[in-house]
């Protein structure tokens, strides 16, 4: 009766081709991971669904299913566009637009950062700031426009103030929401290493809650446009709104076509901004959006 000697190199060869026939490769493992996500990003992706939307719009006032006195063709939207360009009508009145968002975007953003901070970093402030903010949430900004109309008029102030009091909401939640959910690990560290409050801050609050605080930026910005709308045509001489308005007292259905147009390509534009933003600053994470 013969044996064969045990080769334990031969043994361990064999087991690892065994393995590598049995499980796949890194590579192929990668693909197969590849292929369960989103997929590579594609370029001006964002740009897709409203091109569609475009494409269709055209498409149905091309073959007549569209009514062109309750929806001019795009055709027509874009020579109205062009006459209010030449006249300097459109310019003027987004100029005049555009600084009403900023400037409540920039104070409620401000005022919505300041409030989480203090909310998110003591619990005596989120006693006391919490809760009113919480009720304002429930309180529709829009709702607050007669009372405000009292307290500061109908001019400039009231506008700004009214499209930061729908700005600093988002702001606040997120941004607080991200401070809450830093993993206490870091505050630890941050105690052991000696790091004073100025340097916890800065090291360790700032960069955990800006993944909340961007996404915050994100509904800030749609809340900024969306109350610029309504203000602007509340006694308003100036404006996007203002011209629409005018332009439906006038039945001119183009001209207010037109007005929408911008503010959707508006917040197209800077929630498309604030995405970019966002890509580069948290470029260190590893997420599904690649």
């Known amino acids: 009766m013969s044996t064969t000697a045990f080769d334990p190199r031969a043994a361990a060869a064999t087991a690892t081709d065994d393995a590598a026939v049995s499980s796949p490769r890194p590579h192929a493992r990668a693909r197969a991971r590849k292929r369960l996500g989103p997929g590579r990003p594609i370029p001006y992706g964002w740009t897709l669904g409203p091109l569609l939307l475009l494409a269709l719009w055209a498409a149905g006032s091309?073959?007549?299913?569209?009514?062109?006195?309750?929806?001019?063709?795009?055709?027509?939207?874009?020579?109205?566009?062009?006459?209010?360009?030449?006249?300097?009508?459109l310019q003027s009145n987004f100029a005049t637009s555009a600084q009403r968002a900023l400037l409540g975007l920039l104070f409620g953003t401000a005022a919505g950062l300041l409030l989480a901070l203090v909310s998110g970093l003591s619990r005596l402030g989120e006693g006391?700031?919490?809760?009113?903010?919480?009720?304002?949430?429930?309180?529709?900004?829009?709702?607050?426009?007669?009372?405000?109309?009292?307290?500061?008029?109908?001019?400039?102030?009231?506008?700004?103030?009214?499209?930061?009091?729908?700005?600093?909401?988002?702001?606040y939640i997120h941004t607080h929401n991200g401070l809450r959910t830093i993993d206490n690990r870091y505050s630890e560290l941050a105690e052991t290493v000696r790091l004073s409050r100025i340097q916890f801050v800065r090291h360790v609050v700032l960069p955990g809650a800006l993944p909340g605080f961007l996404?915050?930026?994100?509904?800030?910005?749609?809340?900024?446009?969306?109350?610029?709308?309504?203000?602007?045509q509340v006694n308003a001489t100036s404006g996007i709104g203002y011209m629409m308005e005018l332009a439906r007292t006038y039945g001119q259905t183009d001209v207010i076509i037109v007005g929408?147009?911008?503010?959707?390509l508006l917040g197209l534009v800077s929630d498309a901004l604030v995405r970019l933003v966002e890509r580069r600053t948290l470029a260190w994470r590893r997420t599904l959006a690649g």
């Open 62 to 89: 091309g073959a007549g299913l569209i009514d062109a006195r309750s929806l001019p063709a795009p055709w027509t939207i874009a020579g109205t566009a062009g006459d209010l360009i030449a006249d300097g009508r």
């Open 215 to 232: 996404l915050g930026l994100r509904f800030a910005v749609t809340a900024a446009w969306l109350a610029l709308v309504v203000v602007e």
């Open 260 to 264: 929408l147009v911008v503010y959707g």
């Open 128 to 171: 006391i700031v919490d809760g009113p903010v919480q009720i304002k949430r429930a309180i529709p900004s829009l709702a607050l426009i007669p009372l405000l109309v009292l307290w500061f008029g109908i001019g400039e102030t009231m506008k700004v103030i009214t499209i930061a009091l729908g700005v600093f909401v988002p702001i």
